[in-house]
């Protein structure tokens, strides 16, 4: 189009790229200046012969996106270096745009990573307060031991207090309390001798790395219970008074716990709504993605909503509902559901909205602006829920531009409607019909359901046996070289590996590397501090205190600076009770780092590589795809779809698995490689293009949008696909 060009009536067809030969083969900057110039010419010329009034829509509609092309292609030349007008024939680049997914970190960026979110300077406080307490209780009756075996019991119970609802909070400090007191009384039982330490340490590592694969609380249960084992069994002059040393241990973990109950967090279901938030947050994040993606990018291209804010959220629930729920966790129950249906439909919303984006610039204008008021919508829920404000009525608006809509717009439409539809859903609940839930099952009833679960397929039973065989081994054997050979202080060799040594490559590296670093600073900084000043008992426990409370902080958000303080702690803990800090530091330091390489070296000699369990965890995941695709076909036939949600949250989980998995492997040295599935980011992508066809389909379904035996024909093709995957993985 061109100033002269004639002015476009109101049912005049607009120009197609095929049509259009003034700008199909200009790449020049100078020619977007000049089509931006002859785009406002165009806009002023109809505004002064007035003729806005009936056609102003049309006219508006069809100039201003031409008026953008300029600032557009402006921002993607520093990218392509070649300017793309918007009806160019040039072949498009050969770069693929990137995935909305989250760029891989670097080694380094994972080391010196701080996570924001997991910074608890709340819940440190009450943890510090608490373990002081503790602390200045047995000081002051004279018995500083006695301080010491408490304090340890209120910081493993302070460490068990972070993550998830108050309750589970609570229990988990309860568990971790009375677990180690009784591995306090079994260490110092067998601390004098030390063919005893030597097998208990290694019956009592293999069980509880075992027990640590369950579950995230599970597994801060059992690292600070192997740690008091190794620590109290290292120390023989205890070993005359076990149960004193489990009764003073327990009393620290007990008062912790009850200081936590009574002075912790009292805002009612507040990480409950914070949870389902992060959800409807993740929802707008996608949107926003819409919106900011590349126009090249095809409608196989897109991911769809990362998965793990939903298991998070579903997870806070279920540990409510475990201890009896009031009546706003069934309404969060009801508002998740709803959320898993705008989850299935925004999937198929951006497959629709990538055809209409490349349409033409009139079409990509009006899908942009509609996710933009998708991601703002959401954005809006999320803050509302975390408020507890859920009659709060959310409308995507719908602007109607007068023409006939495309099949295309059609699509695009009906997906809004189903959200508007689900959004009016949540409005209409009414926290007054909803009552309180008694509690579901016990602690031993999820124990054993974490146990079906972890045992429910075959590539996680391999990685957590072995893992436990490994790790029990190395542990016990360090503790056998340092009690045969008498290494003072040599604890703190068998409780670096402990604490370093995982499951996985990646996570033995990024944690080794932290606390050789953060252990390093450490022992460097109060050397120094040693060397200029000498600091008396009082000043070295108030050290002590203020190293507790960041170690507190820390715990979640930065593992090199929680190994920093929590260093400086036992440093100057020790040095108060008379040992030199200088000697102490330098101590650690060497046992730290030689427990370091040692682990190292043991995650190279016998290796548990990620990458050979990566076709085994990407078939799992596509076996239970087709399993959720075939409760699908059963529910078109009548089946309840709550059997079919069940297999889904399943699907979910081992497919975040499966995704760790990949993402871990390429952490692990290239060499060992060779038995990666070369392709395996591309079965990965494969996996959740599939996984985002079945919830859209599965949306479909709970909507009665569509024919049902072109839904049928759909899930029927979905899950060949998935049962074709599997078996070129078998």
């Known amino acids: 189009p061109t100033p002269n060009a004639q002015r476009p009536t109101p049912n005049a067809q607009r120009p197609t790229p095929k049509k259009s030969t003034a700008i199909q083969t200009n790449r020049g900057t100078s020619t977007n200046i000049d089509l931006a110039h002859c785009s406002c010419v165009g806009i002023i010329r109809f505004r002064l012969a007035g003729s806005f009034e009936n056609d102003s829509k049309l006219s508006a509609a069809y100039w201003l996106p031409w008026c953008s092309t300029f600032y557009l292609n402006r921002r993607r030349s520093t990218k392509n270096r070649s300017l793309r007008t918007p009806y160019d024939k040039s072949p498009p680049p050969k770069t693929k745009p990137k995935s909305n997914r989250k760029s891989k970190m670097s080694l380094g960026q994972i080391v010196l990573h701080f996570d924001r979110n997991n910074w608890r300077p709340r819940t440190a406080t009450l943890c510090t307060i608490g373990m002081t307490a503790v602390i200045v209780a047995f000081v002051a009756m004279g018995s500083v031991a006695g301080g010491i075996l408490a304090g340890l019991g209120a910081l493993y119970a302070g460490f068990a207090s972070f993550g998830g609802v108050r309750p589970a909070r609570v229990q988990r400090m309860l568990t971790t309390s009375l677990a180690t007191a009784s591995i306090a009384f079994l260490g110092s039982l067998v601390s004098r001798s030390d063919v005893a330490t030597i097998v208990t340490v290694f019956l009592a590592s293999f069980v509880l790395a075992i027990i ?110 475990r201890f009896g729920a009031g009546p706003e966790v069934g309404l969060l129950r009801d508002v998740m559901n709803v959320a898993e249906t705008m989850r299935a439909a925004l999937v198929g919303f951006a497959r629709s909205y990538a055809k209409e984006r490349r349409s033409g610039l009139l079409e990509r204008a009006w899908a942009e602006s509609l996710a933009q008021r998708m991601a703002v919508a959401f954005g809006h829920a999320a803050d509302a829920f975390q408020e507890a404000n859920y009659a709060e009525r959310i409308l995507i608006r719908l602007e109607d531009d007068g023409e006939d809509l495309t099949p295309t717009r059609q699509e695009l439409v009906r997906w809004v409607e189903l959200l508007n539809r689900s959004f009016a859903e949540i409005a209409a609940l009414n926290l007054d019909s909803y009552h309180r839930q008694e509690g579901k099952g016990s602690f031993f009833t999820d124990v054993r359901t974490s146990f079906t679960g972890l045992l429910d397929t075959k590539s996680l039973q391999r990685l957590t046996i072995g893992h436990a065989v ?40 990024t944690r080794g590397l932290s606390r050789i670093a953060g252990t390093f600073l450490a022992v460097l900084v109060t050397t120094l501090v040693g060397l200029a000043i000498h600091l008396s ?16 902080a820390f715990f979640q958000a930065s593992y090199l600076a929680y190994s920093f303080f929590l260093t400086v702690l036992v440093v100057y803990g020790l040095a108060a009770a008379g040992a030199s800090e200088g000697h102490l530091g330098l101590a650690r330091l060497i046992d730290t780092a030689l427990g370091i390489a040692i682990t190292l070296l043991t995650a190279w000699i016998w290796p548990i590589w990620q990458s050979a369990n990566v076709r085994n965890v990407l078939r799992d995941a596509f076996e239970y795809q087709a399993k959720y695709a075939d409760t699908l076909l059963q529910c078109l036939d009548g089946q309840p779809t709550e ?48 996984a985002a066809r079945l919830l859209a389909l599965h949306a479909q379904l709970v909507d009665h949008s569509e024919d049902r035996q072109y839904l049928a024909k759909q899930i029927q093709t979905s899950d060949l696909i998935a049962k074709n995957l599997a078996k070129e993985l078998a």
Do not use: C
């Open 537 to 552: 008992p009082p000043v070295m426990l108030t050290v002590v205190l203020v190293a507790g409370w960041f170690s507190f």
């Open 470 to 509: 490994r790790f029990s081994l190395v542990v016990g054997l360090a503790t056998a070289y340092y009690r045969l050979f008498h290494v003072e202080h040599g604890y703190w060799l068998s409780l670096t590996i402990a604490i370093v040594l995982r499951a996985d490559y990646a996570t033995t590296l």
């Open 212 to 321: 640590g694969a369950l579950s995230t609380s599970a597994n801060i249960v059992a690292v600070q219970t192997v740690g008091v084992l190794i620590v109290l069994s290292g120390l023989p002059e205890l070993a005359s008074m076990p149960l004193a040393n489990a009764g003073l241990v327990l009393a620290g973990g007990l008062f912790q716990t009850v200081f936590f109950a009574i002075a912790g967090p009292s805002f009612r279901h507040y990480e409950e709504r914070k949870a389902v938030a992060e959800a409807y947050r993740t929802l707008a994040e996608f949107a926003q993605d819409l919106v900011n993606a590349s126009p090249d990018r095809d409608e196989e291209d897109w991911s769809i909503p990362d998965a793990q804010p939903f298991q998070a959220a579903r997870e806070r629930l279920n540990e409510t509902e």
């Open 643 to 690: 059997v079919a949600d069940q297999i889904r949250h399943r699907g979910r989980a081992l497919r975040i698995e499966a995704e760790r998995v990949v993402q871990a492997s390429f952490l692990e040295p290239r060499w060992t490689r060779k038995n990666l599935v070369g392709s395996a980011r591309e079965y990965l992508g494969r996996l959740d293009e599939n």
